[in-house]
Structure formats: structure tokens, C-alpha cells
């Protein structure tokens, strides 16, 4: 472990959200050569955020911007994650404002993931596209207790969106709720619900409701990270856009707008773009810091 006075500077950054007080909030620290992995989780439990994110330098032979590319790692109170979108968020624009915007590399574990940060009227926006995104089905046993974990009956359930495994970065259970009364009643049984998800390797449980062709409202239980609830999730939208994609839910090209933290009193949006063609799933949010 290192000692108090070796630990670099923490920073705090909201993501998908220009106002401090909404999206989701998340530590960044921007040169973390100097911490172990236990140094990083204790960061990140003593900020109690769902994510951290930590940057040191790139592994050899990734090839990226010339003073933009870097190893990211991210860490929630409980454990080590592989990919996270509202941290990557975050370090991009806590990046940008010391470097100026355009395009970053992370190499995360999940794969690399370009980002391109733009500045426009004193608002910072990053776009990150991810990995290849995959879905697969799910057992109904393991829907089945799911749903009896979150105490959702079945029927509350929206059959125009089936339920499954999606995947861009990290695994998330995508379950689509018939109505926003639904989906806004979410008090659900913590312990269940985090040994399911250890058991199917899950990060987040996507819960969705349509709007409109292109509006969604979500909401992510994230009890493996020591968290009730993500208040904006980056990983779970880019997954849920290879899911839309996958089951023809959406057009090839497609820009869909996720808002998300509204329940929880700290609102941010989330824009997925589409392209037909390219398996990336892009997700852009805004950024500011925190204090």
C-alpha cells in the first residue's frame, strides 16, 4: 500500500450531465503509477461512488494518440470492474480540460475503447465507442429469479423486448418493463439479486421502458458493486444498443436517447448512436466537475 503522503490527487467528475448535482458521479485519478489494486479499491469504497476510474501508462504496442493513449482501470467499492462508461466519461473530460479536447485511447479489459472529446459553448462531451458487443439468451430459471429478486411479476414485463444477456465491455441483464409505473417502482431484494448476478457474471440489470421509436428511460440495480442503484450507466447503454440492434428493435443507423437518474433525484442523459456496418456502439454524455 502506499502512504497518505504518495497518493496522487482524486479527482471528482459527474458524467452524462453538465449540472454537478446530476448523472453519475465518479473518481478519477489521473496518474495512478504509484497504487496497488489495493490502494484503488480502498479509493474507491472511501468515495463510495459505483465507479472510479484509474489511469497509469499504456501497455507496450498499443498504438493511440501520441500523449493521449492510457492504461484505464475502474474500481467500485466492492470490486474491480472491466469496463465502465460514466468513469471513462468522467477521465475523458477531467483529461480534456488539462490537455484539450479530440481524440483518447483507453485500453481497458475489455478491449480498447476510443474516445473523442469535444468542447462546444464551455460544455465538454465525450464519445466513447466500445468494443464488439454481443447478447445471448438467458436461462428462464435464472430470468425467473431475476424477477422474483426485483419482485417484478412477469406479466409486468414488455414482450416486444425479450429478455437477455447483452453485452459491449461488460454483462448486463436486459429486462424491459410494460409501463413507467413499472419501472419507477424498483425496491427489490439486494442480497438475491447480487448472488444471481455473481452467478451469470453480470455488472448491472438494465431495466428499460420505451417511450418513443427512440426515447428510452432506464434504471441499473448494481448490487455487485456494493450500490443500490447507478444513477447513469455507459456500459449497460452501449450493451443495451448491440441488444436493440441485435433483435431488430431499432434501424441500423440510429441514435436513441437514454435518460436515466430522474427516479433518484440526479437526471442525465445518454445518446447512443448506431451505424450500420460498424459493430461499435457509440455513447456520448456530457461532463463537469464536481466541487
Same mark, same amino acid.
Given at each position: ?11 471528482? !467528475? ?5 449540472? #454537478? ?25 472511501? &468515495? ?16 493511440? #494518440?501520441?500523449? @493521449?493513449? !492510457? ?33 483518447? &485511447? ?17 460544455? %465538454? ?5 466500445? %468494443?464488439?458487443? !454481443? ?46 409505473? @413499472? ?21 448491472? %440489470? ?36 448491440? !441488444? ?11 441514435? &436513441?436517447?437514454? @435518460? ?21 456502439? @457509440? ?9
Amino acid at each position: 500500500m502506499t502512504t497518505i503522503a504518495s497518493r496522487p490527487e482524486v479527482l471528482r !467528475y459527474t458524467a452524462f450531465s453538465s449540472d #454537478p448535482a446530476g448523472g453519475n458521479p465518479a473518481g478519477v485519478v489521473l496518474d495512478a503509477g504509484a497504487l496497488d489494486d489495493g490502494d484503488m479499491l480502498a479509493v474507491a469504497a472511501g &468515495l463510495g461512488y459505483s465507479e472510479s476510474a484509474f489511469l497509469t501508462a499504456p501497455p507496450e504496442g498499443l498504438d493511440g #494518440p501520441e500523449g @493521449r493513449t !492510457y492504461r484505464i482501470r475502474y474500481f467500485s467499492p466492492k470490486a474491480e470492474v472491466p469496463f465502465c462508461g460514466h468513469a471513462t466519461v468522467a477521465a475523458a473530460v477531467a483529461l480534456a480540460e488539462r490537455q484539450g479536447p479530440g481524440p483518447l &485511447l483507453f485500453a481497458t479489459q475489455a478491449g480498447p475503447v476510443p474516445v473523442d472529446v469535444t468542447e462546444e459553448d464551455g460544455a %465538454v462531451r465525450a464519445t466513447l465507442a466500445s %468494443v464488439e458487443p !454481443y447478447v445471448e439468451d438467458v436461462a428462464d430459471a435464472d430470468l425467473a429469479e431475476a424477477l422474483a429478486a426485483l419482485d417484478w411479476p412477469a406479466a409486468d414485463l414488455d414482450p416486444a423486448f425479450p429478455p437477455r444477456i447483452a453485452y459491449a465491455g461488460a454483462r448486463h441483464l436486459v429486462l424491459a418493463a410494460a409501463t413507467r409505473a @413499472r419501472l419507477a417502482d424498483l425496491a427489490y431484494d439486494f442480497e438475491r439479486l447480487e448472488a444471481l448476478m455473481h452467478r451469470l457474471d453480470l455488472t448491472t %440489470v438494465q431495466l428499460v421502458w420505451r417511450e418513443s421509436a427512440t426515447l428510452f428511460h432506464v434504471r441499473d440495480p448494481f448490487p455487485v458493486g456494493g450500490v443500490v442503484e447507478d444513477p447513469a450507466t455507459g456500459a449497460a447503454a452501449a450493451a443495451f444498443g448491440g !441488444y436493440a440492434r441485435e433483435l431488430g428493435l431499432v434501424t441500423e443507423d440510429a441514435v &436513441l436517447t437514454l @435518460r436515466q437518474g430522474e427516479d433518484l433525484g440526479r437526471p442525465g442523459e445518454l445518446t447512443v448512436t448506431l451505424r450500420a456496418g460498424d459493430p461499435r456502439v @457509440r455513447v456520448t454524455g456530457a461532463g463537469v466537475r464536481i466541487g
